[in-house]
């Protein structure tokens, strides 16, 4: 018999931002000893692939890093563990969701350079709300002490905008980067995503800490729009074939054979990860209207 996930008090009113329908977070459920950053993007944009080589960077500056997958396919750290590990929600469940019966060991995973890994998972298909796992995870990482002995939380995020998985981050991060590549699938995307966070911003301090160009030649159409609604570009990294392949050889782009590309993509990250450290200042921008996109992006 399957257990169900008790899903439960739905929002009725407006608390997340005008129109928002969404699970109810603990509110006595924070994270406030460490800097959080939650990476969003379209689907297949490469958040993962960010998120964890952002991690293994702040690792390598010596910031105790704990990276939490919030996506359903539970795939986002496993370049830095090397497996798909078991989900937060898949443990609770094994224990009739009597999270006091865990270990730390039972879901949470040592990767690369120390970095911890955490995924989050998501409820069966059809049968209930992610944010109500992430919720769930980071009260149990709460009650197990775990973050705060951690420096640097890092959520991936899962790309739909609609879903309560993709807000409840939100209610925990300082700053909120947006990964997109130059063109217009991704960048419409992202104007959705910015609406989102500036509903967010309301009521909670999250900020957006600004722009990461991935898998692009170029940024020109990028720079267009962030320029027009008011973000920055924080870093770059171009459409390598080392990138596709460190993600084949299961590892982070930190342990992949060197070359003077790999050197520049590192370097990219360390100075991402230390400019993070010491603080960028929050933005604020007025996402275009879908039509207006279609006018702004592209050539004559």
Known sequence: MTTRIPITQIGKGHDDGEGSVQVHQDPQVQIDTAKVFAVY??????????????????SRLGKRVLQIGCDPKHDSTFTLTKTLVPTVIDILESVDFHGEELM?????YEGYNGVMCVEAGGPPAGTGCGGYVVGQTVKLLKEHHLLEDTDVVIFDVLGDVVCGGFAAPLQHAQRALIVTANDFDSIFAMNRIVAAIQAKSKNYPVRLGGVIANRSTDCDQIDLFNNKIGLDRVAHFPDLDVIR???????????MEQSSELDAVQQEYMRLAEALWKGVEPQVAAPMKDREIFDLLGFD
Do not use: C
């Not at 730390?104 to 949470?108: C, E, G, I, T």
């Not at 392949?245 to 342990?255: A, D, G, I, M, V």
């Open 41 to 58: 993007g379209k689907g297949g944009i490469g958040k993962s692939t960010t998120s964890s080589n952002l991690s293994v960077a702040f």
């Open 104 to 108: 730390p060991s039972d879901f949470v």
């Open 245 to 255: 392949r460190s993600r084949l050889k299961k590892s982070t782009l930190f342990e």
